[in-house]
């Protein structure tokens, strides 16, 4: 295209649509009038993120190479094959590992709690439809899940959904700046409201300025009306920095998230809430401070002294003469 007059303002009018509609969706919120094309695009879009997770599979690839291999290459090349199968096989029998790990402690965290999940994993990470922190997982509508329920992992709250497509969802994280949810501090039961940074530590209000709080206390979920979009007694996070008192009516708090949002993999909707509030039961125990080695140094007693050491006002022995020797005073009265 040419660079004439007609192509600078049919420019500048596409750019002034664009953040027209973005200030639309951001003020609109939940109920956004785009909100429905966001849930078209996350059913075109979804089924190829996950295919796209999918192929890039490295034991499918190398598999599919190896059997392949005969057909299209020389011995030698199959047997090139085979070894860079057999290389991509370990690094991913690791990586099935750690998920299986993941997955214990999720469903472990899960049973503390009495969530009834639905077991996902992350697809793809970033702003598919919108401009916030997100992740894509392989789970949607057709799996029972619907917009505004809680996720989880085995450490604690990643977030809620946002947008369901038929086999595909969209996560918004606890990290990003227009997440907000209700908190409770541990055994105190102080109230307040967690929003997140980006990646930075989350920023907590507590609603009673004159609180005390410490570094080292933990926060859970307080929960939402009819469970939605938070479960009560999510682990959060913990405090790691207290703002000094002032004369506001809260108080600000910065809490380390449990979850690490930049290594998600395994994560769980939580598809049925609790019967009844699990309060800090999910919250992992607290380390036991190492054992304080004491040494005891014990005197010796009194009369324990080293041989040929004289004690104090202790008169030496008078030094007895050798053999064949006559007494001195002998000597000397001869």
């Given at each position: 295209?040419?660079?004439?007059?007609e192509?600078?303002?049919?420019?500048?009018?596409?750019v002034a649509?664009?953040?027209?509609?973005i200030t639309?969706?951001?003020?609109?919120?939940e109920?956004?009038p785009v909100?429905?094309?966001?849930?078209?695009?996350?059913?075109?879009?979804?089924p190829?993120?996950?295919?796209?997770?999918a192929?890039?599979d490295?034991?499918?690839?190398?598999?599919g190479?190896?059997r392949d291999?005969?057909e299209?290459?020389?011995?030698i090349?199959a047997?090139?094959?085979?070894?860079?199968?057999?290389k991509?096989k370990?690094?991913?029998?690791d990586?099935?590992?750690?998920r299986?790990?993941?997955l214990?402690?999720?469903l472990k965290?899960?049973?503390?709690?009495q969530?009834?999940i639905?077991a996902a994993?992350?697809?793809?990470?970033?702003?598919?439809?919108?401009?916030?922190?997100?992740?894509?997982i392989d789970?949607?509508?057709?799996?029972?899940?619907?917009?505004d329920?809680t996720?989880?992992?085995g450490?604690?709250l990643?977030?809620?959904v946002?947008?369901?497509?038929?086999?595909?969802?969209?996560?918004?994280?606890?990290?990003d700046p227009?997440?907000?949810v209700?908190?409770?501090?541990?055994k105190?039961?102080?109230?307040g409201?967690?929003?997140?940074q980006?990646?930075?530590p989350?920023?907590?209000?507590?609603?009673?300025?004159?609180?005390?709080?410490?570094?080292?206390?933990?926060?859970?979920?307080?929960?939402?009306?009819?469970?939605?979009?938070f479960?009560?007694?999510?682990?959060?996070g913990?405090?790691v920095?207290?703002?000094?008192?002032?004369g506001?009516?809260?108080?600000?708090?910065?809490v380390?998230?449990?979850?690490?949002?930049?290594?998600?993999?395994i994560v769980?909707?939580?598809v049925?809430?609790?019967?009844?509030?699990?309060?800090?039961?999910?919250?992992?125990?607290k380390?036991?401070?190492a054992?304080?080695?004491?040494v005891?140094?014990?005197?010796p007693?009194?009369d324990a002294?080293?041989?040929g050491?004289?004690?104090?006002?202790?008169?030496?022995?008078a030094?007895?003469?050798?053999q064949g020797?006559r007494?001195?005073?002998e000597?000397?009265?001869?």
């Amino acid at each position: 295209m040419r660079d004439t007059r007609e192509s600078r303002l049919l420019l500048v009018l596409l750019v002034a649509i664009a953040f027209a509609l973005i200030t639309v969706d951001i003020r609109g919120g939940e109920e956004s009038p785009v909100d429905g094309a966001r849930q078209a695009a996350a059913a075109v879009f979804g089924p190829v993120e996950n295919g796209v997770a999918a192929a890039v599979d490295p034991i499918g690839n190398a598999i599919g190479a190896v059997r392949d291999s005969g057909e299209r290459h020389t011995r030698i090349a199959a047997l090139e094959q085979e070894n860079a199968a057999l290389k991509a096989k370990l690094g991913s029998d690791d990586r099935n590992r750690s998920r299986v790990r993941e997955l214990d402690t999720l469903l472990k965290t899960a049973g503390a709690g009495q969530y009834g999940i639905k077991a996902a994993q992350v697809v793809a990470i970033g702003a598919a439809q919108g401009f916030s922190w997100t992740v894509t997982i392989d789970a949607g509508a057709n799996d029972g899940i619907q917009r505004d329920m809680t996720v989880l992992n085995g450490s604690g709250l990643v977030g809620r959904v946002t947008t369901v497509g038929p086999s595909t969802s969209t996560v918004l994280l606890a990290n990003d700046p227009d997440f907000t949810v209700g908190t409770r501090m541990e055994k105190s039961d102080e109230l307040g409201f967690a929003t997140g940074q980006g990646n930075g530590p989350l920023l907590v209000q507590l609603l009673n300025g004159k609180a005390r709080v410490k570094t080292g206390d933990r926060l859970v979920t307080f929960g939402s009306q009819a469970n939605k979009p938070f479960v009560p007694g999510v682990p959060v996070g913990e405090v790691v920095r207290v703002d000094p008192l002032g004369g506001g009516l809260t108080r600000n708090i910065y809490v380390r998230p449990y979850v690490g949002f930049s290594k998600l993999d395994i994560v769980g909707v939580v598809v049925q809430a609790p019967r009844t509030n699990p309060r800090d039961t999910v919250l992992p125990p607290k380390p036991k401070p190492a054992p304080t080695v004491t040494v005891t140094v014990t005197p010796p007693p009194p009369d324990a002294q080293p041989q040929g050491q004289q004690q104090p006002g202790q008169q030496q022995p008078a030094q007895q003469p050798e053999q064949g020797q006559r007494p001195e005073n002998e000597q000397q009265g001869e």
